[in-house]
């Protein structure tokens, strides 16, 4: 009986030993990634990364201007500028300067793609890209109606929509 014990405890041990030897050959399983979130806007909304500008011919004959407001925060004073879509604008006595790329009367965004279904400023968006000193500081929409969505910020101007201007 001592040697069947003597038998099992060694056949034990040596299992013990076979399979602790195993788990160090094997090469360490990488940790689990995480799948990438999708993009989300400030809201919250889900935003696909590829979207599609369409500004329809009859927006583009009838909105020719944008009326941008910069806002000097150290003295509160605003100053109004009119500025050509598709043209550009440096902001006096600051290193600023403002491209208007697009204006969405009525800009919406269904899935991919971002356009106005009508002339009609139900919802004002300009698509703008600012620059300080020749380096991009901000890319995106600006809106007359919703200035706090996506805003501009900068510690010492601030930069918003005001209207389109037809014609």
Request: charged content about 25%; proline content about 8%; aromatic content about 8%.
């Amino acid at each position: 009986m001592k040697t069947i014990g003597k038998v099992l405890v060694v056949c034990f041990a040596m299992t013990m030993i076979a399979t602790s030897c195993k788990k160090k050959e094997e090469a360490p399983k990488a940790p689990a990634q995480a799948p990438t979130p999708p993009a989300m806007d400030a809201t919250g909304v889900t935003v696909p990364k590829e979207m599609t500008v369409i500004v329809p011919d009859n927006v583009k004959a009838m909105w020719k201007k944008v009326k941008i407001v910069v806002e000097d925060k150290a003295t509160k004073k605003s100053t109004e500028y009119v500025v050509n879509v598709g043209g550009e604008l440096k902001i006096p006595g600051t290193n600023l300067r403002v491209v208007v790329t697009d204006f969405l009367p009525d800009f919406r965004m269904e899935g991919a793609t971002i356009t106005s279904p009508t002339v009609n400023p139900n919802n004002p968006a300009a698509r703008v890209e600012i620059f300080e000193d020749g380096k991009s500081i901000f890319k995106g929409w600006l809106y007359s109606k919703f200035p706090a969505i996506h805003p501009f910020e900068h510690e010492k101007y601030g930069v918003t929509l005001k209207e389109g201007i037809k014609g």
